[in-house]
């Protein structure tokens, strides 16, 4: 149980380009999920909090005009990269949580490369 | 400031060894730590959850201590296996935001 997906596992991006992530629960309904970023060899930074049916919370230094998020449903959400630029490219992991649970899980993450 | 740090350098141990990962942090007061792998190019796996009352947890060839005198918590993997190779991260949530701080991960390297 518990698992949550991830849509498109990889993409690659024209400058200027927008790409839409999907983060799917697909067993259980997930009030908040979470965005996060990874560069290579660094750790998971995160972006975002996404409650379900409103506005998602950034964190310093995310421009929430860039990355836009919605949390449509109780098990989706998603991630649109607006204007990609190459230093967006990263590696996004969407995670979900519980309700009432201290446990997240994680998604496969999506590749994101702009040229 | 407020940081939370895991050795940075690869392990590199022999299988069937013990391998020991620690993970520090300063100016945090968590109620629960948690450990992930992750694997290459993929996102992080939960494995444990251990909360600031408890000394240990196990679970199969897992084990994790939690020192919060010390401000530290280490993780065991026992009769380690090359299917082991990972990146582990321990992650606590930061001052009762419900969000979670990650350390930057040590990567383990279990050879045959």
């Known amino acids: 149980g518990a698992v949550v997906s991830q849509h498109p596992s990889w993409v690659i991006c024209k400058s200027g380009t927008s790409v839409k992530i999907e983060c799917r629960s697909l067993?259980?309904?997930?009030?908040?999920m979470f965005w996060y970023r990874q560069f290579p060899k660094q750790s998971l930074m995160l972006m975002a909090t996404?409650?379900?049916?409103?506005?998602?919370?950034?964190e310093q230094g995310v421009e929430k005009d860039k990355f836009l998020i919605n949390h449509a449903s109780l098990t989706l959400s998603t991630l649109t990269v607006t204007s990609a630029h190459p230093e967006d490219s990263s590696f996004y992991i969407c995670?979900?949580?519980?309700?009432?649970?201290?446990?997240?899980?994680f998604g496969p993450g999506t590749r994101l490369t702009v040229l | 400031s407020q940081k939370i740090e895991q050795n940075s350098e690869a392990l590199n141990i022999q299988e069937g060894k013990t391998a020991t990962l620690t993970c520090n942090y300063t100016?945090?007061?968590?109620?629960?730590l948690q450990w992930y792998r992750q694997d290459p190019g993929r996102g992080p796996v939960f494995l444990l959850l251990?909360?600031?009352?408890?000394k240990e947890k196990r679970k199969e060839r897992l084990k994790v201590t939690f020192d919060t005198t010390l401000k530290q918590s280490l993780f065991h993997i026992t009769a380690s296996q090359p299917a082991d190779s990972a990146t582990y991260l321990c992650?606590?949530?930061?001052?009762?935001?419900?969000?979670?701080?990650f350390g930057q991960g040590t990567t383990l390297q279990v050879k045959p």
């Open positions: 996404s409650n379900e049916g409103s506005k998602a919370t950034y």
């Open positions: 251990i909360r600031e009352n408890e």
């Open positions: 100016n945090y007061s968590p109620a629960y």
């Open positions: 067993d259980f309904q997930a009030t908040t």
């Open positions: 992650a606590l949530e930061g001052s009762n935001t419900g969000k979670l701080i």
């Open positions: 995670s979900a949580r519980l309700a009432y649970s201290m446990l997240e899980f």
